[in-house]
Nanobody, 124 residues
Framework: QVQLVESGGGLVQAGDSLRLSCTTS????????MAWFRQAPGKEREFVGG????????YYADSMKGRFTISRDNGKNTLYLQMNSLKPEDTATYYC?????????????????WGQGTQVTVSS
């Protein structure tokens, strides 16, 4: 059984940093692409960024480039999202997701396992 558990969310001020973690159980983490998505109230879930199974390719949504960094530790079955220079518009529930294969996609339909989400709130 595959489980993804996010942690590290919280309430911060604009300009602060947070590091989210996603710990996974089950097989195939090290051979699967992983991604972070976020969803604000009343909005669709949006792609934050993703990383290939071997860390060779990392992709970000344009609004996150330069502020967010995705990494993974295959030995620990853990995915990370380092978020710097946070803005109020970054407020959302953040989800990690495991791809159905080894490629990164910005589509939610390319991911078949999801965590329960962790809330990030950025005050101005």
């Amino acid at each position: 059984q595959v489980q993804l558990v996010e942690s590290g969310g919280g309430l911060v001020q604009a300009g602060d940093s947070l590091r989210l973690s996603c710990t996974t159980s089950g097989r195939l983490f090290s051979s699967s692409a992983m991604a972070w998505f976020r969803q604000a109230p009343g909005k669709e879930r949006e792609f934050v960024g993703g990383i290939s199974w071997n860390r060779a390719n990392v992709y970000y949504a344009d609004s996150m480039k330069g502020r967010f960094t995705i990494s993974r530790d295959n030995g620990k079955n853990t995915l990370y999202l380092q978020m710097n220079s946070l803005k109020p518009e970054d407020t959302a529930t953040y989800y990690c997701a495991r791809s159905i294969d080894s490629t990164v996609s910005s589509s939610v339909h390319a991911y078949n396992y999801w965590g329960q989400g962790t809330q990030v709130t950025v005050s101005s």
